[in-house]
Each structure stands twice: as structure tokens, then as C-alpha cells.
T-cell receptor
Framework: QKEVEQDPGPLSVPEGAIVSLNCTYS??????FMWYRQYSRKGPELLMY????GNKEDGRFTAQVDKSSKYISLFIRDSQPSDSATYLC?????????FGKGTSLLVTP | GAVVSQHPSWVICKSGTSVKIECRSL??????MFWYRQFPKQSLMLMAT?????????EQGVEKDKFLINHASLTLSTLTVTSAHPEDSSFYIC???????????FGSGTRLTVV
């Protein structure tokens, strides 16, 4: 079993929809949880960073962490075509990050 | 800020030659940098952890003699792919933690094609 599981999709939604992206993990030592957005042939861009259970909101993005269930989510409100990208969850217990496979998202006009 | 610059963004080389990729933290000092490899439609796989002034720590299955890492200063780490072969063709990305933001900042990546 991989330490971080993420459905690769692809996920296609109409513009304006609420998008829900999820990851599960098995290592209870993970303390830091991140969501990255990656456009094709580019490096990942940090969207959200959190280290506690609960919700964290930043603009149209909300990150949710449930440590008891080992489950994290990213919600995107009012999705835009420019949100079309691959979204990677990542988590760490120390220095090195453990990534999910990434979910490919397509927001259609 | 926390900006990581990676160079070159793409490179094509002949099989058997060596390629050097640079990763610089522009506005902060990074005692630790990380090198990842990403194949198409796959996630990032950690290759090694680069520590300033000491030897890099390689992940299992990564050949340290093939992927040479040098972290000579607090702002620069280099990855050299030695005697490159077509199977080394991939997207290589570096990252560092530091600066005035939380989380890990990534470089823009280097697309290596070995022909």
C-alpha cells in the first residue's frame, strides 16, 4: 500500500462548479499537509499548507484535514477554466514530501 | 519571498554525455534542497535530499554515482546526470523549504531528453 493515495481522475466539471479533491494516507506520523497545482511541463505551485485538523480557507480554496480518518480534501469554489491543471496532495513528517499521484482537473467553459 | 530558480528548463543531450541542472534559492538560504523526478502522468518521486556542506542522501534505488548532487552553498544545489541514457529522459524538479512562506517551494523543472 502506498503511503499517499489519490485518484488520478481525470475529473471534468463545468465552469462555476464546486470541485472536491481528496487524498488518503496511511502514515500517522505525517504532520504537514499541502496541496500543489501543476500545469503541464511546469513545477508544482503551492496552493495550501496546513498542519492541523480542520479547515483552512484562502480565497476560492479550502483545505480540510481529518487526521483521525487520515483523509485530506481540497475544495475549489466557483471553478474557472484557468483552474484546469493537475492537483497534487503532499504530506510530510520531517523534511521530505510524499506526494499523491495527482488528480487531473478540467474545467469546461 | 521564497523563489527557487531552476536552470535549464529543457535540455536535449546525446546518450553517454553528462548534463548538469542547477537549482538556486534566490531570496532565502536553503540548507536542504530536494531533487525529484517525474515521468509523464506520474507523481513526483524523491530522488535525493541535498544537504549544504555534506553528502546527499539518496532514496532507495537511485544510483548515487549516476546522479551526482553537489550543494556547495546555501543557495545552490546541482544535479549532474552522468553518462545519460534514453531511460533517464524525464522531468527533474528541485525544491527547498525556507524563506517567508510555509511549505516547500519548487523550481520550474527541467525537461531532459536523451537521444
Amino acid at each position: 500500500q502506498k503511503e499517499v493515495e489519490q485518484d488520478p481522475g481525470p475529473l471534468s466539471v463545468p465552469e462555476g462548479a464546486i470541485v472536491s479533491l481528496n487524498c488518503t494516507y496511511s502514515n500517522s506520523a505525517f504532520q504537514y499537509f499541502m496541496w500543489y497545482r501543476q500545469y503541464s511541463r511546469k513545477g508544482p505551485e503551492l496552493l495550501m499548507y496546513t498542519y492541523s485538523s480542520g479547515n483552512k480557507e484562502d480565497g476560492r480554496f479550502t483545505a480540510q484535514v481529518d487526521k483521525s480518518s487520515k483523509y485530506i480534501s481540497l475544495f475549489i469554489r466557483d471553478s474557472q477554466p484557468s483552474d484546469s491543471a493537475t492537483y497534487l496532495c503532499a504530506m510530510a513528517s520531517g523534511y521530505a514530501l510524499n506526494f499523491g499521484k495527482g488528480t487531473s482537473l478540467l474545467v469546461t467553459p | 519571498g521564497a523563489v527557487v530558480s531552476q536552470h535549464p528548463s529543457w535540455v536535449i543531450c546525446k546518450s553517454g554525455t553528462s548534463v548538469k541542472i542547477e537549482c538556486r534559492s534566490l531570496d532565502f538560504q536553503a540548507t536542504t534542497m530536494f531533487w525529484y523526478r517525474q515521468f509523464p502522468k506520474q507523481s513526483l518521486m524523491l530522488m535525493a535530499t541535498s544537504n549544504e556542506g555534506s553528502k546527499a542522501t539518496y532514496e532507495q534505488g537511485v544510483e548515487k554515482d549516476k546522479f551526482l548532487i553537489n550543494h556547495a552553498s546555501l543557495t545552490l544545489s546541482t544535479l549532474t546526470v552522468t553518462s545519460a541514457h534514453p531511460e533517464d529522459s524525464s522531468f527533474y524538479i528541485c525544491s527547498a523549504r525556507g524563506g517567508d512562506r510555509e511549505g516547500y517551494t519548487f523550481g520550474s523543472g527541467t525537461r531532459l531528453t536523451v537521444v
